[in-house]
């Protein structure tokens, strides 16, 4: 007798976050579909003989999985007349903070699509994506189902996007930071503030990354970090409270009882069994000389979100991977760590110990 198809899994992180080794982990999977970034602006244009042509071999972005297509799950759902059937490309970063409370009936269509697909081939739907950090409580509103939250050291997250460039034109992941924060509702002023000037949400994506990248192509290693720290913290500010698992995959790698304790929880909670024996410490890049600390004390300051990161809970974790991330910076300081700790501290007046979690 076969079993129901079980409830659909959420994995969610920003770019350079080990989210594509996470999926493959999934996608390995007797049983599972592993949608890889469903909501990513190429599947507008999918077509059967362009599915085929991406894979994690010849992408050149360092990604596990060989050979096969990263789009090959999409097959079941593309239209014939193009694109992935219900997607929009607006989808990809339009409305990156989507308020629970807001109504989006195309974008639902879309994701029930996909969920309702998979289980109708009795498979378990996994959607991975680099793009729904601040989406994942309109997400469980109107899904359900078990999401898990990737997060990385930042410093090195960003050194993964910079040691892509290709000088002098950024990454398409520093393009996207721009977009992202220019756009955030509510922060018009803190976003031209820190990029200095507004790049108003108006044309397709396309049309708003090629205006970024005009103004910004040429901008510091110190711009594109301070973009990136603003999107890093108001996306995990917005995650974290809301995930029902957070992975912590620079410790994933390094702490193989950790990767057996979080396999587990994926077990018991989803009937999954992802191995991440094989996992490996994210390459580390050298660093870009960018004083990353006054930044992230003027984005922190910029954004108001001080106390926040203070908070408790999930919060926690945010700012312990910030406190580790800027102390490993000078490894060879004496006391350095305990000195960030304790600048971190000041910051807030009534900071609490803290405690380091998964």
């Known amino acids: 007798m076969s079993h129901p198809p079980k409830a659909a899994v959420f994995v969610h992180s920003g770019w350079r976050c080990s989210s594509t080794y996470v999926w493959s982990r999934f996608r390995a999977l007797p049983g599972v579909r592993a949608y890889y970034e469903p909501w990513h602006e190429q599947l507008a244009g999918l077509t059967a003989e362009t599915l085929p042509l991406a894979t994690p071999d010849n992408s050149g972005l360092r990604h596990p999985g060989g050979s096969r297509p990263y789009l090959a799950e999409f097959a079941s759902v593309l239209d014939p007349a193009g694109g992935v059937a219900g997607y929009e490309d607006r989808f990809a970063l339009d409305r990156y903070f989507l308020d629970p409370e807001d109504e989006d009936p195309p974008q639902q269509a879309y994701v029930e699509g996909l969920i309702a697909s998979a289980r109708a081939a009795g498979e378990a739907p996994v959607l991975a994506c680099c793009r729904t950090l601040g989406r994942i409580d309109w997400l469980k509103r109107r899904f359900g189902g078990f999401h898990i ?210």
């Open 149 to 358: 939250v990737l997060i990385r050291d930042p410093v090195q997250q960003w050194m993964s996007f910079y040691s892509l460039r290709r000088r002098p034109r950024p990454t398409y992941f520093e393009m996207c930071q721009y977009v992202i924060l220019s756009e955030a509702p509510g922060r018009e002023g803190v976003a031209e503030a820190l990029l200095g000037r507004r790049f108003p949400a108006r044309g397709t994506l396309a049309e708003r990354i090629a205006a970024v990248r005009r103004r910004l192509k040429r901008a510091s290693a110190e711009v594109s970090f301070t973009a990136f720290m603003a999107v890093y913290l108001l996306s995990y500010l917005s995650a974290l409270p809301r995930a029902d698992l957070i992975v912590d995959v620079d410790r994933l790698a390094r702490d193989p009882d950790y990767a057996r304790q979080v396999e587990a929880v994926i077990c018991v909670q989803t009937g999954l069994a992802p191995d991440f024996s094989d996992c490996r410490t994210p390459l580390r890049h050298d660093l870009t000389a960018v004083p990353y600390r006054r930044v992230a004390r003027t984005v922190i300051e910029a954004l108001g979100v001080r106390e926040a990161i203070y908070g408790s809970g999930s919060s926690l974790l945010l700012y312990g991977k910030l406190a580790t991330a800027f102390a490993a910076l000078s490894p060879d300081a004496p006391g350095l760590g305990a000195r960030i700790m304790e600048s971190l501290k000041r910051w807030s007046p009534a900071a609490p110990r803290r405690k380091a979690r998964a």
